[in-house]
């Protein structure tokens, strides 16, 4: 799933594909705000992604399964 993250003071979003489900992410942004913590996401290649909380302005959950493009078999 791609997410992507908008923060405060930041001309660009920040792009992260994840195999976190939407539910997931959205229950660690809540932790880390309630918190005041960083917010963890770990991409499809196993890096890192780190971002204050606080800091967060927006974050939009794109598709949990992506449609296949071409020609190929279903």
Same mark, same amino acid.
């Given at each position: 799933?791609?997410?992507?993250?908008? &923060? /405060?003071?930041?001309?660009? !979003? *920040?792009?992260?594909?994840?195999?976190?489900?939407?539910? !997931?992410? !959205?229950?660690? *942004?809540?932790?880390? *705000?309630?918190?005041?913590?960083?917010?963890?996401?770990?991409?499809? =290649?196993?890096?890192?992604? *780190?971002?204050?909380?606080?800091?967060?302005?927006? &974050?939009?959950?794109? /598709? !949990? =399964?992506?449609?296949?493009?071409?020609?190929?078999?279903?």
């Amino acid at each position: 799933m791609e997410i992507k993250i908008g &923060i /405060q003071h930041v001309a660009r !979003e *920040l792009a992260v594909d994840t195999t976190a489900t939407a539910a !997931e992410v !959205e229950a660690d *942004l809540r932790k880390a *705000l309630a918190d005041g913590t960083l917010i963890a996401l770990t991409d499809e =290649k196993g890096r890192k992604v *780190l971002v204050p909380a606080d800091k967060v302005a927006y &974050i939009d959950l794109g /598709q !949990e =399964k992506a449609r296949p493009v071409g020609f190929g078999a279903v």
